[in-house]
């Protein structure tokens, strides 16, 4: 299976800060790499799919990169509604594995 | 816009059968993959496996020996089995739909539901 990590593993920011979650994977995964959000209690929403492609209705301010090993969520200016648990997610090769997850909270 | 809705017990038995099912908004099951994932505090999110509408699956390996997914497109729903239960599968259980796309995102996602092993 391959391998998904994330950090950091928690973050405190406050509103309007530049916020760098990292999802490395064990190995090399092309652009197979998904970005979900998940809110407490609720089910974790798509953000992004093959590493930086944003879904619709999904705020610019996030925006994903990378390729092979190394990728990186980035939320440019963090609102309130952006508190939350980020996943990233490989789907190279099955058994599709998610990362263990960033939680996002309020500084 | 795709709608997905589990329902099952909350409660079962260890060593018998989880059943779930998931009804997929009308229209819409013949369109997609079809996958069970499962979030608990001690695994995070583990994926379950999928099942096209044709009626292939992939299985975690973790798993496949205990694990089926089947779908009825006539009643709109695919669905979980899960047998031989211990502890350690207590969560909770989302059904979901993946893109039949080269990145097999997963693009919708029930709500959820929580269940739990125990006597």
């Known amino acids: 299976d391959i391998q998904m990590t994330q950090s950091p593993s928690s973050q405190s920011a406050f509103v309007g800060d530049r916020v760098t979650i990292t999802c490395r994977a064990s190995?090399?995964?092309?652009?197979?790499l998904n970005w979900y959000q998940q809110k407490p209690g609720k089910a974790p929403e798509l953000l992004i799919h093959a590493a930086y492609t944003l879904e619709s209705g999904v705020p610019s301010r996030f925006s994903g990169s990378g390729s092979g090993t190394d990728f990186t969520l980035t939320i440019s200016s963090l609102q309130p509604e952006d508190f939350a648990t980020y996943y990233c997610?490989?789907?190279?090769?099955?058994?599709?594995?998610f990362g263990p997850g960033t939680k996002v909270d309020i500084k | 816009q795709v709608q997905l809705q589990e329902s099952g017990p909350g409660l079962v038995k260890p060593s018998e059968t989880l059943s779930l099912t998931c009804t997929v908004s009308a229209g819409f099951i013949s369109t997609h993959y079809w996958s069970w994932i499962r979030q608990s505090p001690g695994k995070g999110l583990e994926w379950i496996g999928y099942i096209h509408q044709r009626g292939s699956t992939t299985y975690n390996p973790s798993l496949k020996s205990r694990v089926t997914i089947s779908v009825d497109t006539s009643k709109n729903q695919f669905s979980l089995k899960l047998r031989s239960v211990t502890a350690a599968d207590t969560a909770v259980y989302y059904c979901a739909s993946t893109s039949g796309g080269a990145y097999a995102q997963v693009d919708y996602w029930g709500q959820g539901t929580r269940v739990t092993v125990s006597s």
């Open positions: 997610q490989q789907t190279y090769s099955t058994p599709f594995t």
């Open positions: 190995q090399t995964i092309s652009r197979y």
